[in-house]
């Protein structure tokens, strides 16, 4: 069975409206163009893997209803921290999975190029990622060859619509 291992910040949440107002408009957070639709696809093949402060990070997945689409939901204290913490979700899959040496196991769904697409294609994974219009990351170039994901779109309408196959 294919896993998706998912971003927060700037993948499913829209978070560019906490760049002015901070915590405080957590509340008003907007997911991203299709996350939603997406997630309910695919329900109980979904991990969250964000960064942050844990009560933030909890008011943010509270604020957009998504509580329920994800197997298992990991916080970390850093982007960085997530490096490791990736390992060990794939590890754990693949020790799982009967089928573990087909290619396509793992999709890691992110918008930073030096962490998700990076510690991903590491992990052997297939890497996308999300450019939503101003995300912080949104213009960020690949530094190294593993930056350079397997799929990109602005959203995940664009990302379903462009690559279907990708989530069959
Ligand atoms: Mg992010």
């Not at 996350?35 to 933030?56: M, N, P, R, V, Y």
């Not at 799929?151 to 989530?167: Q, R, S």
């Amino acid at each position: 069975m294919r896993r998706f291992i998912l971003d927060l910040d700037y993948t499913i949440a829209d978070s560019c409206i906490l760049q002015a107002g901070g915590p405080s408009r957590i509340k008003d957070l907007d997911p991203v163009p299709g996350a939603l639709k997406f997630l309910q696809s695919h329900a109980g093949k979904c991990i969250l893997l964000t960064a942050g402060i844990e009560e933030d990070q909890r008011k943010k997945i509270k604020a957009l209803d998504i509580e329920s689409y994800f197997s298992d939901i990991y916080i970390v204290p850093t982007p960085e921290h997530k490096r490791q913490k990736l390992q060990e979700i794939v590890e754990a899959i693949r020790a799982k999975m009967i089928y573990r040496f087909s290619r396509i196991d793992i999709v890691i769904i992110g918008d930073r190029l030096d962490i998700e697409m990076r510690r991903g294609k590491e992990l052997k994974c297939v890497t996308a990622r999300i450019q939503i219009p101003g995300g912080i990351h949104s213009g960020d170039l690949p530094k190294v060859p593993f930056d350079h994901p397997d799929f990109e779109a602005k959203d995940f309408n664009e990302l379903m619509l462009n690559y279907p196959a990708l989530f069959a």
